[in-house]
Structures are given as structure tokens and as C-alpha cells.
């Protein structure tokens, strides 16, 4: 007697048909469409990361700059000028200024340099600041730089603005005639001495900021056909002895950038970064991402 055998029944076949068909008509489409999603937040997550870890590194280092110190430049131009007024050249690439130095100002448990001056116990080759412990503020500076606190310069908050060469873009500053005014140690931890000629003559305020670097960014690199560059960050020279940011020490900050724009209004820098991929492209065949931030 022979057995009987189970089997697919016609109708079981042509569902399993018109199952099949459909998978191979949407299924390769989901695929592909979930790949693309996932592609386009891979993507927007790392251009995000990377123009706004660049904005927020230099906003956090353009907080203690000391204000009318900022400047634009046009390396092509070969041209500057300074921005609290506005910027006049939208062709700048650089952005530049004078920093104060706010990890002596924090120090550890109080403040390396008080930003205080007795004026009644200072004379022409001596400023003392009750407070300071200008020792401490020079190995902490070596430890953060190739510099020393001989190499520094200090800023006497209300001191009028010298627009013979402020800051030393325009060369060494050999006297204590301008706004900035080279200072050396003296040995004694709460009194610093004029690097240069003395302070006879000249304006003392009771208030200061110390800085032992300018800083300035720029992007670099940049390729035409790719439309990205390399931002950097440059920091440890200091233009009150001649030295231009090409002097300094340079990180880099991001890679594969687009756009580095700033705008200035008074008081105010507004900095901007874009991000750019080859992996997503938009109706004009590119794709970025980009962040801003204005700083006080």
C-alpha cells in the first residue's frame, strides 16, 4: 500500500510567489533607502562634531582676548586692520588677537597675578601687584609654552589707545609708549620691572590684564576642486617683539572645512565654521554643515 505524501497546494505556491515578488520589488528599495538614512546621520553627526567642537574652541579662547587687540587679515593682500569697528575686507582669512593669560588669572586655588597695581608703592622700574605670585605665573607659562613671563606684556584696562603700534603688529615694541607694555620679573614674586626703557612719564593704571601669546586662525590647505581646507589654531609668539602667528606653535583643529567667516559689531565677533562631505551631495552637487557663535 503506498503512503501518501504532503506537498504545497497550488494556491500555498502562487502566495508564496506573490510574497517573493514583493520582496524582490520593495525589499531591495528598503534596504538601499535605510542604508542612505543611515549614511545620511553618520554623516550629519560627524560634519555637526566637527564645525562645532572648532566654533566653541575658539570662542572659548576668543572670551579672554583682550578686545580691541582683534585684527582681520588678507594673506593674499598682504593687508589688516582691526575689527571692533567692523571689518572692511570680506576677503580676511585670519583672525587674530592679543590674549590674556586667564589660566594665570584662574591659577589653582586663587589668582597667579592679581590684575591689581599699588600705584603708591610703584615707581618707573617697578610695578608691584599685592597678590601676585609672578614666579608661579612664569613656570606655568613655561610649562604651557616655550616661553617665560620675560617674554610677557601687560594692559592697563583704561589706558587710551595707541595707534602708532598698539599691539606690535607692526613691529617689536621697543618702549612703553604704546597700549601693550613689555614686562620682565624682578626677582621679587609680587613686583615686575618694564622690559625696555622705563615707565618715567608715562600713564600707570591701577587696573591690568597679563598676556604671554596672541592667537590667531586660519584655514589652510584649502583645495579648489575639494572646496576644503585644514583650520589651525596658533598660539606661544608674540607680536610686541616682532613676531607675526607664522612664529608661533600651530594645532590643528578640524579637517575638511569649507568656510572659516567672522564678523565683528563693537564689542561683539561673530566666528562661523562649515563642514563639508564628499559622501552627500545637494541640488548643487555639495553638501555642508555649519556652525556660529557670537562672543562678547
Given at each position: 500500500?503506498?503512503?501518501?505524501?504532503?506537498?504545497?497546494?497550488m494556491?500555498?505556491?502562487?502566495?508564496v510567489?506573490?510574497v517573493m515578488?514583493?520582496?524582490g520589488?520593495?525589499?531591495v528599495?528598503?534596504l538601499?533607502?535605510?542604508y542612505?538614512?543611515?549614511?545620511?546621520?553618520?554623516?550629519?553627526?560627524d560634519?555637526q562634531?566637527?564645525?562645532?567642537?572648532?566654533?566653541?574652541?575658539?570662542?572659548?579662547?576668543l572670551?579672554?582676548r583682550?578686545?580691541?587687540s582683534?585684527?582681520?587679515?588678507?594673506?593674499?593682500?598682504?593687508?589688516?586692520?582691526?575689527i571692533?569697528g567692523?571689518?572692511?575686507?570680506d576677503n580676511?582669512?585670519?583672525l587674530?588677537?592679543?590674549?590674556?593669560?586667564?589660566?594665570?588669572?584662574r591659577?589653582?586655588?586663587?589668582?597667579?597675578?592679581?590684575?591689581?597695581?599699588?600705584?603708591?608703592?610703584?615707581?618707573?622700574?617697578a610695578?608691584v601687584?599685592?597678590?601676585?605670585?609672578f614666579?608661579g605665573?612664569?613656570?606655568?607659562?613655561?610649562?604651557?609654552?616655550d616661553?617665560?613671563?620675560?617674554?610677557?606684556?601687560?594692559?592697563?584696562i583704561?589706558?587710551?589707545?595707541?595707534?602708532?603700534?598698539?599691539?606690535?603688529y607692526?613691529?617689536a615694541?621697543a618702549n612703553?609708549?604704546?597700549t601693550?607694555?613689555?614686562?620682565?620679573?624682578?626677582?621679587v614674586?609680587?613686583?615686575l620691572?618694564?622690559?625696555?626703557s622705563?615707565?618715567s612719564?608715562k600713564?600707570?593704571?591701577e587696573?591690568?590684564?597679563?598676556?604671554w601669546?596672541?592667537?590667531?586662525v586660519?584655514l589652510?590647505?584649502y583645495n579648489?576642486?575639494?572646496?576644503?581646507?585644514?583650520l589651525?589654531?596658533y598660539y606661544?609668539y608674540?607680536?610686541?617683539?616682532g613676531e607675526?602667528?607664522?612664529?608661533?606653535?600651530?594645532?590643528l583643529l578640524?579637517e575638511d572645512?569649507?568656510?572659516?567667516?567672522?564678523r565683528?559689531?563693537g564689542?561683539l565677533i561673530?566666528i562661523?565654521?562649515?563642514?563639508k562631505?564628499?559622501?552627500l551631495?545637494?541640488?548643487?552637487?555639495?553638501?555642508?554643515l555649519?556652525?556660529e557663535?557670537t562672543?562678547?
Amino acid at each position: 500500500m503506498m503512503k501518501k505524501r504532503a506537498a504545497f497546494t497550488m494556491l500555498e505556491l502562487i502566495f508564496v510567489i506573490v510574497v517573493m515578488g514583493f520582496l524582490g520589488t520593495y525589499g531591495v528599495e528598503f534596504l538601499a533607502r535605510a542604508y542612505s538614512n543611515f549614511i545620511f546621520t553618520k554623516v550629519n553627526d560627524d560634519l555637526q562634531s566637527r564645525s562645532e567642537t572648532a566654533v566653541e574652541f575658539i570662542a572659548k579662547r576668543l572670551e579672554f582676548r583682550i578686545k580691541k587687540s582683534s585684527r582681520a587679515i588678507n594673506t593674499t593682500a598682504g593687508t589688516w586692520n582691526y575689527i571692533h569697528g567692523g571689518i572692511s575686507d570680506d576677503n580676511a582669512d585670519v583672525l587674530e588677537w592679543i590674549a590674556a593669560d586667564d589660566d594665570g588669572f584662574r591659577g589653582t586655588t586663587f589668582p597667579l597675578w592679581s590684575g591689581v597695581i599699588d600705584l603708591t608703592s610703584s615707581t618707573n622700574n617697578a610695578l608691584v601687584s599685592p597678590g601676585s605670585d609672578f614666579g608661579g605665573v612664569s613656570a606655568l607659562i613655561s610649562n604651557l609654552s616655550d616661553s617665560t613671563l620675560n617674554d610677557s606684556a601687560i594692559y592697563f584696562i583704561d589706558s587710551k589707545f595707541s595707534f602708532t603700534n598698539p599691539w606690535g603688529y607692526n613691529g617689536a615694541i621697543a618702549n612703553q609708549d604704546e597700549t601693550l607694555h613689555p614686562i620682565q620679573t624682578t626677582g621679587v614674586n609680587d613686583t615686575l620691572a618694564p622690559n625696555g626703557s622705563n615707565f618715567s612719564g608715562k600713564e600707570i593704571s591701577e587696573y591690568y590684564k597679563l598676556t604671554w601669546t596672541a592667537n590667531a586662525v586660519r584655514l589652510e590647505n584649502y583645495n579648489n576642486a575639494t572646496k576644503m581646507g585644514d583650520l589651525y589654531f596658533y598660539y606661544d609668539y608674540q607680536p610686541w617683539q616682532g613676531e607675526a602667528y607664522t612664529s608661533g606653535k600651530r594645532v590643528l583643529l578640524a579637517e575638511d572645512i569649507s568656510a572659516f567667516r567672522f564678523r565683528s559689531a563693537g564689542a561683539l565677533i561673530k566666528i562661523q565654521v562649515c563642514a563639508k562631505s564628499d559622501l552627500l551631495k545637494d541640488e548643487n552637487g555639495e553638501y555642508a554643515l555649519c556652525k556660529e557663535k557670537t562672543v562678547f
